[in-house]
C-alpha cells in the first residue's frame, strides 16, 4: 500500500526541541523528492521544507530557516523534521507530502502529526 | 514572493450544480507549475490538479483545471456530496517557495 506514515508530533514548550518523523511505503522512497507541510488550527496550509530524493538540496521557508532541519534516511524509508527553538506560532498539523514524479506537485500526503506548543 | 488569492472564500452550491473556484496570483506564473488541492475536515489534502489542467490519478473528469498568466480556475461540473470541502491552488517550481492560496471552502447550499 502506497502511504506516508508521520510521527513523533506532540506538545512540547516554548523554546524546546522535537523531531518528526514520516514512514514511506509502497513506492521506491529514494527516488522521489519530499516535502513537509504544515497547517495552523482553523488555518490553511504553508510549505516548511524541502529535500531532493539523495538529500543533496534542501529547501526551508523563511519562518523556519535556521530553527529546523529536514534530513532523509533512505535505507529506511524515513523523512524526519528536526524543530529547535519552537515557539507558539510553530504550533500546526504537520504533514510530509512527496513529489510528483514528473512535476513537483504534491501526489502523495501522510495523515498528519499535530505539535502543540504551549507553556 | 508571489501571492495567491482565492475567491469566492466560501461558496455556497446544491448538488448538482456547477462550481467555479477562482485563484488569482500577484504576477505572471508558468502554468506547467499551478496545482489545486482538496481537504475535508480531519483529513489530509489530496491532489486534484496539476500544470494547471492535469487532472491526477484517480481524479473524476468532474474536475477540471484551466488558466494562464495569473487567472487560474478549477471548475467541478456537477457537484456530488462528496466534492464540499476545502480548496486550495498552490504555484510551485522547481524551487521554493511553494505558496498556496488561502483556500475557498464549498459548502452545501
Known amino acids: 500500500q502506497v502511504q506516508l506514515v508521520e510521527s513523533g508530533g506532540g506538545v512540547v514548550q516554548p523554546g524546546e526541541s522535537l523531531t518528526l518523523s514520516c514512514a514511506a511505503s509502497?513506492?521506491?522512497?529514494?527516488?522521489?523528492?519530499m516535502f513537509w507541510v504544515r497547517q495552523a488550527p482553523g488555518k490553511g496550509l504553508e510549505w516548511v521544507a524541502y529535500i531532493l530524493f539523495d538529500g543533496s538540496v534542501k529547501y526551508y521557508a523563511d519562518s523556519v530557516r535556521g530553527r529546523f532541519t529536514i534530513s532523509r534516511d533512505n535505507s529506511k524509508n524515513t523523512l524526519h523534521l528536526q524543530m529547535n527553538s519552537l515557539s507558539p506560532e510553530d504550533a500546526a498539523v504537520y504533514y510530509c507530502?512527496?513529489?510528483?514524479?514528473?512535476?513537483?506537485?504534491?501526489?502523495?500526503w501522510g495523515q498528519g502529526t499535530p505539535v502543540t506548543v504551549s507553556s | 514572493e508571489i501571492v495567491l488569492t482565492q475567491s469566492p472564500g466560501t461558496l455556497s452550491l446544491s448538488p448538482g450544480d456547477r462550481a467555479t473556484l477562482s485563484c488569482r496570483a500577484s504576477?505572471?506564473?508558468?502554468?506547467?507549475?499551478l496545482a489545486w488541492y482538496q481537504q475535508k475536515p480531519g483529513q489530509a489534502p489530496r491532489l486534484l490538479i496539476y500544470g494547471a489542467s492535469n487532472r491526477a490519478t484517480g481524479i473524476s473528469d468532474r474536475f477540471s483545471g484551466s488558466g494562464s498568466g495569473t487567472d487560474f480556475t478549477l471548475t467541478i461540473s456537477s457537484l456530488e456530496p462528496e466534492d464540499f470541502a476545502v480548496y486550495y491552488c498552490?504555484?510551485?517550481?522547481?524551487?521554493?517557495?511553494?505558496?498556496f492560496g488561502q483556500g475557498t471552502k464549498l459548502e452545501i447550499k
Open positions: 504576477q505572471s506564473v508558468r502554468s506547467t507549475y
Open positions: 498552490q504555484h510551485y517550481g522547481t524551487s521554493p517557495p511553494y505558496t
Open positions: 507530502a512527496k513529489r510528483l514524479d514528473s512535476d513537483f506537485a504534491f501526489d502523495l
Open positions: 509502497g513506492f521506491i522512497f529514494s527516488i522521489y523528492g
